[in-house]
């Protein structure tokens, strides 16, 4: 009996031991000159090594795509993905129009990339008027799209109203919510 339970207990232990994860192992390697180098490895839950390659694969293909030069560089148009409104407002403001037409020239380049305007309106007035005006902000931007020759298929449209809003103040902040995001699928 008491080796049974010996057996049991041994086994117990290894699956517990087995189930804790390996956040990071030290592994010395030695160079050309003798001296050694220490680096750290990151590992995945079924115990594989984490290498650069296997990061990119967790990344979604959206992801992937605004970690990419024309996308990242704060120089570039494209890396520019919200467009602002004044009060009460759905006409695009003319500093935005070159964004637009950086996303638009990216799409036509693009035809199987898809895009989501998602318009948003800052907390004056009510739901369903703010709802109607972001969804107007967007149908704006949309159709500056299609001006320039984006396909209609490529674009879709949310419209949030105030219901998600990046600024929580009450004064000068509101201008921060009155916008259209251009979401990369």
């Not at 984490?50 to 990419?68: R, Y």
Request: net charge negative; charged share 25%; aromatic share 8%.
């Amino acid at each position: 009996m008491k080796i049974y339970i010996s057996i049991i207990s041994i086994f117990i232990m290894s699956l517990l031991l087995s189930g804790c994860s390996k956040d990071a192992v030290k592994d010395g390697s030695g160079l050309e000159d003798g001296s050694a180098v220490s680096e750290s490895y990151a590992y995945n839950a079924d115990g594989s090594k984490v290498t650069e390659l296997n990061l990119d694969k967790n990344l979604s293909a959206a992801e992937a795509l605004m970690l990419s030069p024309e996308f990242s560089d704060p120089s570039s148009p494209l890396s520019r993905r919200t467009i602002y409104f004044g009060y009460d407002s759905s006409q695009v403001l003319n500093e935005f129009i070159p964004v637009i037409e950086a996303h638009g020239q990216y799409l036509m380049n693009h035809p199987n990339q898809r895009i989501t305007l998602e318009g948003h309106s800052d907390e004056r007035g009510t739901r369903e008027y703010n709802i109607a005006l972001a969804e107007q902000r967007a149908k704006s931007v949309f159709k500056m799209l299609q001006l320039i020759g984006v396909m209609s298929n490529q674009i879709d449209i949310v419209s949030y109203g105030e219901e998600k809003p990046v600024a929580m103040g009450h004064n000068d902040d509101f201008a921060l919510n009155r916008r259209v995001e251009v979401v990369y699928k």
